[in-house]
Structures are given as structure tokens and as C-alpha cells.
């Protein structure tokens, strides 16, 4: 039982991504059917309705004010699904509020389920998302009202965030969708990353228009641009970036080979220093590929976790297959295979030539691919 008194914060067990809160008979009744249908979500309601099943389903239950309760939930889930009128709700979290980066997404749905409605956070805090899906199992009307989703058009905050895209920047957002939902001349760069980022059954709106580089998108002198490339822009380019937002696709695909035992910080330094040669974004890096006989190399396991690439082998006999350039019978001495780097690579990124074939440097050898998308 959570006792809620006033300045003291209370003591909650997250499992969860996401909390469900009632207050009411008919919300409860709504919030435990809701729940059955989220597995990833914890309950709270109040003591007075108590069944005798919470402590077997997890359900946690309070007594006192709720708006005592949200100062502990707040930090804890990405989201609030909360059973409550809108304007109690909005009264309960406005001294919580930090920023749309930060806070978690609010649903709030009425207490006949009739209405689920997204509060805050409806980007980047997922909220839309979560209200769709929240209306979908209570069979009730989703209503969201940020400006792009009404308008069918891009989200430039969630643009290629379902790819694993991150911006360079935020500080262009607000005045990029502004010009997106007011329908100026938008320019959209894509150089590189996936290209079914239109969300829509419907033609991209008409103040939308896609160039194929950085220079015909300034010839064309957009209000605003939405740039998508693992490339560090040249000093000319920049001028897109006056209002754009340039975003980083992950589709760097680092094949790596190293002598047993190099440290992490020798394989960080490289790989840095030869993107910044080739001007490619670290940010743009999607994985590191080698031979499966590095599999448990702590240097390379190290630097794929500081960054949160994906880590890739592969065997001898699967590397040999891969065309290469220059087969090294010293290394297939050593490990079985005519070369790892280059072939690790290419069978990663399915790219049939590489930006860097191959550079050795110190204890490490490294190639570059740029996945290529159609």
C-alpha cells in the first residue's frame, strides 16, 4: 500500500514502461481490462477498490491525494495513461513540466473510455503512438492535435526515427516544423539511409520537395530543409542548415580486424580519426563487423558498447566468399581467412564497393561501407 502525504515522495516499483492510474469505480473497472491488454504497463489505484487480486497481478494501490502520487511516476515511464479529467490532470503535472525532450507522454481518457486523448509529449514522448494504441483496445476515439499528424505531414521531430536516424541538432526543430505545417517551401536532402519515410497513402504535400544533394536544394531556396546524410557538410553547404535540421541515418558499417589484445582506446582512435578523413559522421555508424575468431575481443566489445553499435561476425569460410582486392596469405595463415576487414563489410552492408577498402594503422586494420537503400 502507498500512503501519500504531503512532501514526502512516494515509494513506487516501476516493472513497466508505462503506468495506468485511476481514481474513480468505472476508471478502475476500464484501467484493469487495460492493463490485460499491456503487458508493459503497472497499475495504481485507489485502496477503496480494492478486489483482493492486486498483489497477484502487481497492481499497486494508494491512499491520499493522486496528485501526490505523480511526482514519483513522472521520471519512472516513458508514459502516463491516466483515467482522470483533463483539467485535473493538466493542473496535477504542470509544476513536473521540464521539456518535450524530457517529459514522458500523457493519455488521458475520459470515464466512460470514450475519448483518449494525447496530452504531452506527442512526439517525442510517444504519446500519439500510445494513444492509438490505447483507443484501439478500448474501441474509443483517439484524439490527437499536433499541427502535422492533422495535416498528414512530416513529423519533423519522429523524421526517420523508426530507422534509428538522430538529428545533429535540436535547436531548428520548432522553427522547421513551423514552416512544415504552414505549408512554405520545405526542402528535403537525402544523400544516404532509408528512403520509406513518407507515412502517408497520399502524394507528399506540395511544399514538399526532395533533392537529390545539398547544392540543388540551396539553388531552389527552400524556407527550410530536412537533411538526411552520413556526410560532415562543407562550409558552403551549411547554408541549408540556416533553418534545417540535419539528420544522421545509420548506415556506416565499420569492418574492423586487430591484433589480440589492442585496447579500446586504439580502436576508438582509429575508427575516429579515419571517418573525419573520409568526413563521415560518427554518428552515422552502424555496426562493427569482423571474424568470429574476435567474437570475445574486450577492445572491440568495449567500443561497441560506449556507442551502442550492433556487433557483427562472421567465419572464415563465409569472409572468403566476398570478392576482395587484396587477399593476404599471411592472414589466412593466421586466421583462416584471405582478409577480414573488406569482407566483413561488404557481407554487412551488402554494398558491392566500399568507401575505404582497407587502411591499416597501428594494432588495427579498418574498411568502411555505406549501406546502400533503394
Known amino acids: ?10 515509494s513506487i516499483e516501476q516493472r513497466g514502461d508505462y503506468a495506468i492510474i485511476a481514481i474513480t469505480k468505472h476508471g478502475v473497472e476500464m484501467a484493469r481490462k487495460l492493463q490485460s491488454s499491456f503487458s508493459h504497463s503497472d497499475l495504481y489505484y485507489m485502496s477503496k477498490f480494492e478486489r483482493g487480486d ?3 497481478r502487481g497492481i499497486q494501490m494508494f491512499e491520499g491525494s493522486v496528485r501526490m502520487l505523480f511526482p514519483a511516476l513522472f521520471p519512472a515511464y516513458k508514459g502516463l495513461i491516466i483515467i482522470i479529467s483533463l483539467g485535473a490532470v493538466i493542473r496535477m503535472i504542470a509544476p513536473l513540466l521540464e521539456d518535450k525532450k524530457k517529459d514522458p507522454g500523457i493519455v488521458v481518457i475520459d470515464d466512460k473510455g ?13 504519446a500519439n503512438e500510445l494513444t492509438r494504441e490505447v483507443a484501439a483496445a478500448l474501441n474509443a476515439r483517439a484524439v490527437i492535435t499536433t499541427a502535422s499528424d492533422v495535416q498528414g505531414t512530416i513529423a519533423v521531430d519522429l523524421f526517420g526515427r523508426r530507422f534509428g536516424w538522430v538529428w545533429e541538432s535540436a535547436d531548428k526543430l520548432t522553427p522547421v516544423s513551423a514552416s512544415v505545417v504552414n505549408e512554405e517551401p520545405v526542402a528535403v536532402v537525402q544523400e544516404s539511409g532509408e528512403t520509406g519515410w513518407w507515412l502517408y497513402n497520399t502524394p507528399l504535400p506540395e511544399n514538399i520537395r526532395v533533392y537529390a544533394t545539398v547544392a540543388e536544394a540551396i539553388a531552389a531556396q527552400p524556407k527550410a530543409a530536412l537533411v538526411v546524410t552520413h556526410r560532415v557538410l562543407s ?7 540556416t533553418n534545417g535540421v540535419l539528420y544522421r541515418p545509420k548506415v556506416l558499417a565499420l569492418g574492423v580486424g586487430c591484433n589480440r589484445g589492442t585496447s579500446a582506446e586504439e580502436i576508438e582512435a582509429v575508427i575516429v580519426e579515419t571517418l573525419a578523413e573520409l568526413q563521415f559522421s560518427l554518428r552515422s555508424v552502424k ?24 556487433f557483427e561476425t562472421y567465419t572464415p569460410e563465409q569472409l572468403n566468399e566476398v570478392s576482395i582486392e587484396n587477399p593476404s596469405d599471411t592472414v589466412y595463415k593466421f586466421t583462416g581467412a584471405y582478409a577480414v ?28 561501407a555505406v549501406i546502400p537503400f533503394i
Not at 568470429?292 to 551502442?308: H, M, P
Open 1 to 10: 500500500m502507498i500512503k501519500l502525504s504531503e512532501g514526502i515522495m512516494p
Open 235 to 241: 562550409t558552403d553547404e551549411e547554408e541549408i542548415l
Open 341 to 368: 576487414s573488406e569482407p566483413a563489410a561488404k557481407l554487412y552492408s551488402g554494398a558491392s564497393t566500399l568507401a575505404l577498402v582497407k587502411k591499416k594503422s597501428g594494432n588495427v586494420t579498418i574498411s568502411v
Open 114 to 126: 470514450e475519448n483518449v486523448i494525447s496530452v504531452l509529449s506527442g512526439h517525442l514522448g510517444g
Open 54 to 56: 492486486e498483489a497477484a
Open 287 to 310: 555496426a562493427i563487423c569482423t571474424i568470429d575468431l574476435k567474437k570475445d575481443e574486450e577492445g572491440l566489445l568495449a567500443v561497441v558498447q560506449k556507442y551502442g553499435w550492433a
